[in-house]
């Protein structure tokens, strides 16, 4: 019995950290080109609801999932464009791009909210209680896999190839990557949108499998946790990993916490990933001299100079 | 016959009034290296920032391996091999050296990489792996690698801006033979922008001279020159000063006793038991190349910088202890070299900056008045005429001759005791730097106790009363001005002491 | 192929936040009216209507100003930390912070004078706001810690704390299905002026002008303005910039913690998770948008205010309350980008040899 809860512990926690995972890793990636994007929740929601949608209308899953990825980085190169080519500040986009992205997915999925879902995505293997860890491992979503290879791929990309290399050049001083030769805008812009689209992921994911039906603010901050999460995992693909579990955990134990007996405030659980997190960054910049992790040119607007 | 690879001919560019270059001629002999001398604002990096493209010249056309370029850009620059090493590195300090030579999309040794690191790092003495990461090398080396990012990336036009300023002696000596290997071996065209003569005659094969935006001199062969030659085309003939120096002189003002100060952050040379006096109706003229401890110096005398060994004495009064604050109090002004980003704070409107001295006098309790701000505002630009139409613009939009005269005549309005004053005409056209000239003279004639540091010679021999040579932090010279003369004083500045 | 390159003009029009904001007020509007067309709306008819259910009557037009009270009161705190260029992302956990303070005065201590315990509760509100700035704002001016990071970290913080008290210690047993505090007794409400417009709003009044005065006309600001210009320049004048922008950020903190404490006072009158709907967050878009002008702030607060009222009412007609928050966002977006054209110039580069 004890067995089986425990696994059903891990079980939500992959859940959970799955989605936080994919939206982190997409942002991270746009930070590496040294743009800041507030509008992760923003990017969620929408890809969430488009997914939503689609499924809905057409039963067609992979379609879903292409759509909500699609509009969501449609959505994001609205980010791209205001900061990388008009270079305004990225601070105050990002958040609008919130807002905004919470407002027009809640008005498009107004006729959508408690409809029933013709598709699901699958497991893998079919398992209704796993019993140890080689069936929780089985048994999980397909995204899982996916988020999986993305965090290998992307780690693989950003330290062994010329492309992810370009990329973090670009974020780490702009203008020596333009005295390169690299196209920074394009680098910044094409990094934002391609952001975007893990955060549609992460969206579909949400409202065609973690949850899943669609209503308003159904992201209830998950967005504000995966940048967090790029903060916390030191803007390593794999150390966001380890706090992408982290952070899934305490949101899989919370509700679990009075079953297992315990008198901490299932409240108070929940707020100590951020308080973790403060703690890391701060402590980081004290002892590394400021050196967090954190791309070296971000949020700031490259302007390539001239006379 | 030598080849000429690279020609720019009759380019001239100004920034709003200022001409920064007048009809110039230049040209590069293929697998040379050039000297390319003269003084800070002669128009050197404007000209270099032509040649890769960064600025566009108004009159001119560029030739490059005979054929004439339109319209020249920085892509295009580096498609024909030209590549420029900044004075600030253009490296990614958290990246491997290998990323940093390879990245580019113009890098020639995708293939044959550690073939060609090999043979490099051997030209250049480099011992560090390239897997390490920039932020562990020394400066000497991180220009190491700035050099050879050039070679990866094919080009073979370099135009080196001020390399050595920031080398050891031992480094500067290295870097010499790096080039001439360069050049010799790898047909590569150097350019060496400095304005350092020891360096010019040791390192190049021919040199070019550019005095107030004009080529004063073209392709001499740097065997057939003597220092005395270079110096006299750099500074040009020394004009009789007009400025009366009948000038009396009283008390010591400015006392500054045995000190002492270490650089933390960079290599610049620490200033080494420097004591000087400045009496009142004196101009001290500070002369040094820049970079030589004078902004140290006069950031301590003015009190940002705390972290020192000696003493500060304002008439008498020792202030070695105190802050900004209570040394403005004594009335010590300090015009700073750095005219925006120090002195005035960029994006802050005309009106706030023309308080930033004495803003504390227009207050009551809390309270700014802003017509006491404006009334003083407005005295300012009338008695020193600055042209500003509006005080609620941003600083930055008044020319560079008014921005000076606004920092200046704030804080000359009070006739200061003592005046530190930093390269106050630097980069300002020929009527603007007359103006503050006068300025300064009429406070010395006031009574006030002058520091002037200043790199331009002409300056320092027109204001002043005696001269201090600064060279790595050191005092190595000092003139009284009817006995100086600018040549001594030249080599004086350039290290050499006969 | 052209390549363009950007600079930002010498020169820029005085009055060109106010022209970008018209602009974006009118791309928000389009913006708007198509997704109102889309919905099979008439935007004339359900603006019209909006209008009129938030500036048509005394009664609508107080509801409007009761609710634009947080927007400006956070906004103004928000322009004053902008004054040393540093943002205050945690509004909205401040406003919680404002509600947490004023409400632990008031059930630890007992105050007969009705006016003097609004008073103190105010003020106490108004420190909560500066204690939820304070661990962001010393670890930025000791170490650097970003501190658009961690403002955003205390929002979470905050909102769990308060999720917490509001489940825990401070539970209503009255409040079965929404879980919120007790009430604070009707001698602490904030009275109103006339209809239903609060006196928070004369609060809000008030502080616009002592904003304004500190920005604008008295020494602190002059030394905020010169520290946020340069560091170096301020160090040359012999401020300490280091510790006014400590100051500014817990005033900025503390401001939104006021609006906290207005809002409860005036409005939901206890703590719960609905004492801001996303003010912090707006008062950003309100700040941003005015170029963290007061005036405009107060301004602009205003308008919104209306538009979340109008917004609101309109749910009655089917249309959903969110077209309100589309309208602002993109009344920013359009704004942002107009800026754009204000503030740099274009140049094109050719590319032919």
Redesign the interface.
Known sequence: MFDIQLMGLLNATLQAGTLLFIAALGELITEKSGILNLGVEGMISVGAVSGFMVAVNTGNLFLSVLIGIFSAALFSSLHAFVTVILKQDQTVSGLILTILGLSLSALMGKKYVGKKLPVKIESLVDIDEPSNIYEVLISQNYIFYLAIFLMVATSFILKKTMFGRRLEAVGEDSRAADSMGLNVNKTQFIATCVGGGFSGLAGVYLTLSYVPYWTDNMTSGRGWIALALVIFGGWKPYRTAIGAVLFGFLEALVPRLQTYGFELSPYLVKITPYAITIIILVVLTIYKGGRTGAPNNIGIPFFRENR | MNQIILEAKNISKS?GKTQALKNVDFYLNKAQIHGLLGENGAGKSSLM?ILSG???PETGSIYIEGKK???L????A?RFGIGMVHQEF??????SIK??L?????NIYKDNFEEAFEKYSDIFSLSAESKTLINELSVGEKQKIEIMKLIF?NNNIMLLDEPTAVLTPQETNQLKISLKKLSSEDNKTIVLITHKLKEIQEFTESIFVLKDGVMVAKDLKTQSVTKNDLITLMMGEIKISKVRKDNLKGNNKLEVKNIFFENNHSNVPTLENISLTVQSGEVLGIAGVSGNGQVELANII???EREYKGKVIVNGKNISNQ???AR?NLNLS?I?E?RL????????SII?NS???D??KS?LG???S?NKMLDYLNLLIKQFSIKAPDP???V??LSGGNMQKLLMGRELISNPEVIIAAQPTRGLDVSAVEALHELIIKQRDNGAAVMLVSEDLDELFKLSDRIIVLYEGQIVREFKIDEADIESVGLAMAGSIE | MNKYLISKKIVTNDLSTFYSFLIGLSVGITIGSIILLVQGQNPIEVFSLMLRLSVGSIKSISSSLNKATPLILAGLGISIINSVKLWNIGAEGQIFMGGIALNFMYISFEISNSKLSIILLLLSAFIGGSICILLPAAAKVLFGVNEIITTLLFNYIIIGFTVYLVNGPWKDPNSLNFPAATYVGKEVYLPTVFGRLSYGFIICILCTAGVYYLKEKSVFGYELRISGGSALTAIYAGINAKQKAFIAMLIGGGLAGLAGGVELLSQTHRVSTGLSQGFGYTAIIVAAITGMRPLGIFLVGSLFGALTIGGTVIQTMGVSSYIADVIQATTLFGALISQFFFTYKIMKVSEDV
């Not at chain 2, 253009?90 to 990246?95: A, D, E, T, V």
């Not at chain 2, 390879?102 to 113009?106: A, F, I, K, V």
């Not at chain 2, 980003?341 to 802050?348: E, I, W």
């Open positions: 920034f920032n960064i600025y566009q370029i339109k319209k850009n920085p892509d295009l580096a253009r490296l990614i300090n958290n990246f990323d940093n390879t990245l580019s999309r113009s990336n003015s009190g940002i802050g900004v604050r403005k300090y700073p750095n980003g120090v002195g005035l704070a960029p994006g802050v706030d308080a930033v001295k803003y504390f207050r809390p309270h700014l802003s609620k613009a941003e930055s939009t």
